[in-house]
């Protein structure tokens, strides 16, 4: 499978814990996003890389959340002293920039759970 | 700023029946408007966007500039076509999609 791969599928982690998940684009993908997905919802905006630049982040994401992308490949997305309100789908897309928009590629997501 | 409105949370037809998911948008430029679908336990995937101006598993999409809408039509439903469908937005010069809440088609047979 050449698409985009999320790791763990699933977390489940108790308040106040922190969480890594990883994130492995299409390999010619120089983009990489990350949203995330609440019941009834749809997919909010986290943040975005171009390259290892995190070009833009969305409000949403607190002080407790950090992205890394570090050689411009896979991405890291960590939450410390995790809430409940934390839990959600996380969902990591990748493109490839051509000049205007293109489309995204979305991994399966990985589900966290804070109890 | 940007906002997508699907107002239909569920949607149920009879296989054979026509389609038309709903989309509206907010946004002053002139955007980008996409149809992501989420299948059943599956990734969710492209369906179609406006500026490509073609059907995809019989799907299609116009642009309404004048309404601010993207309705996703299709004439005869499948069970198949059984989903969750989003309609999203990417404002001009700008990479990130901004997602409606989502409308879940569910085609009987």
């Known amino acids: 499978d050449t698409g985009v791969s999320q790791d763990p599928r699933h977390k489940i982690t108790k308040r106040g814990q922190n969480v890594t998940f990883r994130c492995d684009p299409i390999s010619e993908h120089n983009r990489l996003y990350w949203y995330r997905q609440t019941l009834g919802q749809g997919p909010e905006f986290l943040t975005y890389?171009?390259?290892?630049?995190?070009?833009?982040k969305s409000r949403l994401l607190s002080d407790r959340f950090s992205a890394e992308r570090p050689k411009g490949s896979f991405s890291t997305l960590e939450i410390q002293r995790t809430e409940q309100g934390d839990s959600a789908m996380y969902l990591c897309a990748s493109s490839l920039a051509a000049g205007g928009s293109s489309p995204l590629h979305f991994g399966n997501g990985t589900r966290l759970t804070v109890t | 700023a940007q906002r997508v409105t699907q107002p239909e949370k569920l949607l149920s037809v009879f296989k054979g029946a026509p389609v038309e998911l709903k989309c509206n948008y907010s946004y002053s430029g002139s955007p980008e408007l996409f149809w992501y679908v989420q299948y059943s336990r599956q990734r969710l995937q492209l369906l179609l966007r406006h500026i490509s101006r073609e059907s995809i598993k019989g799907f299609t999409a116009d642009l309404n500039k004048g309404e601010t809408s993207f309705h996703l039509k299709k004439p005869f439903a499948q069970e198949e076509d059984s989903a969750m469908y989003y309609c999203a937005l990417s404002a001009t010069g700008f990479q990130k999609l901004v997602f409606g809440t989502g409308t879940r088609l569910l085609v009987s047979p």
């Open positions: 890389f171009q390259n290892e630049a995190q070009l833009e």
